[in-house]
């Protein structure tokens, strides 16, 4: 039983890491193109 604990927090450990990395990445992104719109926009 301890083995199958460890494989099942493993898992989960590594199943969240990329999804928070894809979020953070997602909210990094979302944060700078309507930055870059507006300093498009502000040239015209």
């Known amino acids: 039983m301890e083995l199958d604990n460890f494989i099942q927090t493993a898992m989960r450990r590594v199943l969240k890491n990329p999804i928070l ?12 193109t309507p930055n870059k719109y507006i300093n498009k926009l502000s040239l015209f």
């Open 21 to 32: 990395t894809v979020l953070k990445d997602i909210n990094f992104s979302s944060i700078t």
